[in-house]
């Protein structure tokens, strides 16, 4: 037999290891790092994951102001607090039925967005539209204070004190020509936030004049913050009873 020549066996060694060289240069991107990742197969940093969500939605809880009665219907405020602020508020109970639908419809989205705005229960009555603003800063103010006693923090950018302070006084009953006036109102930190009349002259013309200067008279009580404020122009009798009333709820609430 013929012995294999030296050269060509060294060939034939050389051919061998370049094909292994090959082979395994061909394995190499299934272990590629970058090949991983772009597949998918990487996992992800450990704190990747989104960092809120948890302590925001602890934090959050939702209250439900008393049923506040008006002249046309009750009304009932819900709000939704988020660390210690009004993220939500929105009418659960409001007038309805006639007339009273189109001015819900035009005042409560109006009063919502005022509450968040203000964090209180100071806010402006809507125009057309005042025993409903007046039924819902109750309701609202309502809300604030069980959000206050449970520990959730005021809304109200006065601090814990305003909301522990608040409380509702009603004046003695004034007797006018026309009938009787009688006025309640809410002080909280030592100012009025509220003022309403739950009596006053009604029949024939004296409802007309009852619509027409009560609201202003609330208004000016909240204002003035005394009952030294203006008659209204139409309706002294019922000015006088309602300053006489109000200086009533003054004294009981501590001047």
Known sequence: MKKSHPIRRAVLATAATVSGIVLLLSLKPATDPGS????????????????????QAAGT?????????TQYGPVQVRLT?????ITQAEAVQAPSGGQSSQVTA???????????????????????????STGYK?????????????GGGSADQGGSGGAQAARTVTGAVAQTQYGPVQVRITVSGG??????????????QSSQVTADAVPRLNQAAVAAGSADIDAVSGATYTSTGYR???QSALDQAGG
């Not at 607090?81 to 602020?85: A, C, D, E, I, L």
């Not at 100012?191 to 024939?204: D, H, L, N, R, Y």
């Open 106 to 132: 035009d005042a409560v989205p109006r009063l919502n967005q005022a509450a968040v705005a203000a964090q209180s229960a100071e806010i402006d009555a809507v125009s057309g539209a005042t025993y409903t």
């Open 81 to 85: 607090v988020s660390n210690g602020k």
């Open 61 to 69: 809880a939702t209250v439900t102001g008393t049923v506040a009665q």
């Open 191 to 204: 100012k009025i936030t509220q003022a309403e009349a739950v009596q006053a002259p009604s029949g024939g």
């Open 138 to 150: 109750e309701s609202l103010q309502s809300a604030l204070d069980q959000v206050q006693s449970s």
């Open 244 to 246: 006489q009333s109000l």
């Open 36 to 55: 991983a990742a772009a597949a998918g197969g990487a996992a992800p940093p450990a704190g990747a994951a989104a960092p809120q969500g948890g302590a």
